[in-house]
């Protein structure tokens, strides 16, 4: 079999993610993205290693290396905790959705996700789209 007709073969899966979902899971992104950004900045200049955050907070090795690779959902007093212990402040910014001419806000309409297997890396293809809403207008 070629890989153009096993690619053809292969099942593909869609599924939508309601708009509260789609909120957290971007949210978690941000902070996990800001949070790897700033330890690994702290860790070159400071000399860091997970291990000495580890010792720092009290808490095995495992535990930083989870929440660093987006592994754990921390709350937000461990988040504290880590920025106190790699010498780092947060800052917080939060920002409302633009309305659409509809009245809703702009991502009001479901995203959803495409999983293909990929055969040449043996992993899944992971794809968001979020399809056009649908505006009625009169006239």
């Known amino acids: ?37 700033v330890a690994l900045e702290a860790m070159r200049r400071d000399g860091l290693t997970r291990k000495k955050i580890a010792d720092k907070l009290g808490v095995d090795k495992a535990v ?24 780092a402040k947060p800052a917080v910014d939060f920002t409302l959705i633009p309305k659409s001419s509809n009245g809703y806000a702009t991502t009001d309409r479901p995203n959803v996700i495409r999983i293909s297997p990929d055969i040449t890396t043996g992993t899944s293809v992971r794809s968001n789209f979020a399809p056009k809403p649908v505006v009625a207008t009169t006239g």
């Open 64 to 87: 930083v290396t989870r929440i660093l690779n987006g592994g754990a959902n921390p709350t937000a007093r461990t988040v504290g905790e880590l920025l106190w212990a790699i010498g």
């Open 1 to 37: 079999m070629t890989y153009s007709e096993h690619q053809d073969a292969v099942e593909e899966f869609n599924f939508e993610i309601d708009h509260k979902d789609t909120g957290s899971s971007e949210y978690m992104w941000h902070l996990h993205t800001a949070l790897a950004k």
